[in-house]
């Protein structure tokens, strides 16, 4: 074998070797950049989502409230004097008319001595007449006529006063209705610190209810409300009668109070009462669905759909309905909005519509 067929032998042998090393990782970097060509990217793809296209409607504005009912009279009954009770004239729980006598306070020293101002006076009367003959006969000073009147007018007026004390130890009723448990028994002695006894006035009661401040211009005075209480079927209406005249400066609520007549006094005092109040009707109301809300720390937030992408939006609400929140302030008339798969998205988060809603 020539040298030349030798050496071409040998560097045939040394090529081969070479490209046994080296192809696969040619190969294989072939490979690593196709895997580096772009692709689809799971985190680009579009959230499926249903919209809903805003509109302007009118609403039949009404809210609903937490009521008490009140006795539309109450009174605590307690004496003025400090006496013993001598008399009760009346039944516990049983109805009662204005003026009934209810206690007897004990009058004995007030009536001693209201007989003995009627003896002074008695005797002042006669020296008066005594005194007038001889003053006609110039036997007698005006002077002393003028002191014996001065003395009669005082009698009279300690007669009054003791009037009035023995009048007030007859406690009356002051007005009519119903008068609870006594309090005190015959021979207790009472101070005008003691309750006797309790008497409302039920024939029809009063209905105070809060209402919140977004909502304090949406009713009048005289409009009519409707409420039901527990374990009674009936709907019952009362009429707006007064409100207080400033908020509550911790529940930024107004307390409002309504009248009802009671007929057969179902409505007890004390009782809750589920209160349905219709507000003035709004025109051109924003509303959307509920699920679309996204509430927040102080606020609420909506997804907007634009240019295929969420928009997370700050939104004001207004009056809620079953399913339905009015919006204030934020999206308009014309917008869409998303209801579905709101938990995945994020503002700017590109999104597909799977079905497209509108009231």
């Known amino acids: 074998m020539s040298k030349k067929i030798k050496y071409i032998s040998v560097s045939l042998i040394i090529i081969l070797i070479a490209a046994a090393f080296i192809l696969p990782k040619l190969l294989s970097g ?23 296209i805003v509109n302007a409607e009118e609403l039949d504005n009404s ?14 009954l307690r004496s003025e004097l400090s006496k013993k009770i001598t008399g009760i ?25 209201m007989n003995k101002l009627d003896i002074q ?44 004390q023995i ?14 448990f006594k309090n005190v028994s015959i021979g207790s002695y009472v101070t005008p610190s003691v309750v006797l006894a309790n008497i409302q006035e039920t024939g029809r009661v009063k209905l105070d209810f809060s209402v919140p401040e977004k909502y304090v211009t949406a009713f009048n005075k005289g409009q009519t409300i409707t409420f039901s209480v527990e374990g009674e079927s009936e709907e ?18 107004l307390t409002v109070r309504a009248i009802t007549q009671n007929p057969g006094r179902k409505l007890l005092p004390g009782t809750f009462a589920n209160v349905n109040l219709e507000l003035n009707t709004i025109k051109d109301a924003i509303m959307i ?19 295929g992408s969420a928009l997370l939006t700050d939104v004001l609400t207004g ?18 909005i998303l209801t579905t798969n709101i938990l995945r998205l994020k503002s700017g988060s590109p999104v597909v519509i799977d079905i497209m809603e509108s009231q």
């Open 30 to 52: 072939d490979k690593n950049e196709i895997d580096k060509k772009p692709g689809p990217d799971s985190k680009n793809m579009p959230t499926p989502a249903n919209g809903y």
């Open 63 to 76: 809210i609903k409230v937490i009521g008490s009912i009140v006795a539309n009279e109450e009174v605590e």
């Open 89 to 113: 004239y009346f039944k516990e729980g049983t109805y009662v008319s204005k003026g009934k006598l209810l206690f007897k306070l004990d009058d004995s020293d007030l009536d001693a001595q």
């Open 121 to 164: 006076s008695e005797i002042i009367e006669k020296n008066l007449s005594r005194i007038q003959q001889l003053y006609d006969k110039n036997l007698s000073t005006s002077e002393e006529m003028d002191n014996l009147q001065n003395e009669s007018d005082r009698v009279n007026a300690e007669m009054e006063i003791l009037e009035i």
């Open 167 to 180: 009048d007030k130890t007859n406690i009356r009723a002051p007005f009519s209705g119903i008068i609870g």
């Open 236 to 253: 019952f209406t009362g009429t707006i009668a007064a409100f207080e005249p400033k908020l509550d400066g911790t529940t930024r609520s």
């Open 289 to 307: 669905p509920t699920q679309a809300l996204i509430p927040k720390l102080k606020g609420h937030d909506v997804f907007v759909l634009k240019n």
């Open 319 to 336: 009056v809620r309905t079953d399913n339905q929140i009015q919006i204030l302030s934020g999206i308009s008339a014309g917008d869409t």
